[in-house]
């Protein structure tokens, strides 16, 4: 039986460089999901009342220099943050899955209930990428944030898939049961089973999105020069949610690479309320 292989050069899952010394005001916690599996997060304590939940994207880490820069400055501005890796991601338990929108979103909830257990409120999720995604499908379902902030997430989940995979990737994947996805030197990089792509093309942002409570506050940031993420996908979560606020960052690609300083001036305020 023949092995059907991708090659792929995913770049945006490249973490940031972790820095092995900790400053004090960072914690490493470890958080159990309702599957059994331990997640692993850092929190930026600062003691106040309300937490800052920060969610990567598509394997990528709780390291993403995005989810970092974010933390540190909450945590200037006196706001404990807590970034942490998904199951089968970075330091957390479990197996990567391709799809796994749902579930992670579940991941979340098992986070923010263990900070409610300890007499904190969480007051926005922050989701990048695929966490952007996450926050949202989170948003949909439990009413239980009033602020979201929606990183260059995607809005249809059926787009990108061909650009990686090919045009025949659903057939190819029923007939295998999967499909490796392998970087320029042949070397596997994740596994894309038939349950796991079918996960994602299921998904859908739209549906989700109307479920959105309109007393919840969503922002939208996104790069005009998203170069994974095409910046219309921004534009259509604009048109449906009810009580939200979109920004486009000019010139900035799918991690902006140049323009943090900026991105971090456009989420912390919202953040703060103001």
Known sequence: MATHRVTTTLNMSLPASQNPVMPASQQKITIPNNFGEKLVGILHETG?????????????????????????????????????DFAGNGESEGSFQFGNY???AEDLRAVIQHFNGASRVTSTILGHSKGGNVVLLYASKYHDIHTVVNVSGRYNLE??????FGKDFIERTKKEGYLD?????????????????MDRLNTKMHDACVQIDKNCRVLTVHGSAD???????????AKIIPNHKLHIIEEANHV???HQAELISVV???????
């Open 227 to 237: 170069e994974i993420i095409p910046v219309e996908d921004a534009l259509e979560f």
């Open 48 to 84: 106040s009342a309300e937490i800052v939940i920060l969610c990567h994207g598509f394997r990528s880490t709780k390291e993403r220099d995005i989810l970092v820069n974010v933390a540190v400055a909450l945590e200037k501005q006196g706001i404990t943050a807590f970034r942490f």
């Open 268 to 274: 912390l305020p919202f953040i703060k309320g103001a």
């Open 181 to 197: 996805v392998e970087n320029k030197k042949g070397e596997v990089l994740f596994r894309v089973t038939e349950e796991s792509l």
């Open 256 to 258: 902006y690479t140049k």
């Open 159 to 164: 787009n990108g898939i061909e650009e990686h």
């Open 102 to 104: 749902w579930r992670e």
